[in-house]
């Protein structure tokens, strides 16, 4: 009698360790910290401007624009100031708000002296 009541104890610790350790590694997915920067650089008709350089004020690294006039960026959540500069145009800039998980847009348009 003693011995089935050891092995039925037995048992049970174990299923409690099992429900435990099972436990541990349900966190759910991790809330993205953050976001997409799509910036699009235009002339005053509103033509893209490809080649032109956009920065983001506080993060290192520049890009140049595509065919379409666009650049990307993967940001932290937060008011951005971008910068575009292009040879032959006026330097232009805005303001941008990424929120994390999304994908905010901005448009700079770029004007001749």
Do not use: E
């Not at 541990?24 to 997915?29: E, I, N």
């Amino acid at each position: 009698m003693k011995g089935v009541r050891l092995k039925a104890l037995g048992i049970a610790l174990l299923g409690a360790l099992g429900l435990l350790f099972a436990g541990c590694g349900q966190q759910g997915q991790p809330t993205p910290q953050t976001g997409t920067l799509q910036v699009t650089v235009q002339d005053q008709g509103g033509s893209p401007i490809q080649g032109a350089q956009v920065s983001v004020q506080g993060q290192s690294g520049t890009q140049l624009t595509d065919n379409q006039g666009k650049a990307s960026f993967t940001l932290p959540a937060g008011t951005y100031t971008v910068t575009a500069t292009k040879q032959g145009y006026n330097p232009g800039s805005t303001q941008a708000t990424v929120t994390a998980g999304q994908t905010t847009t901005a448009t700079i348009t770029l004007t001749q002296p």
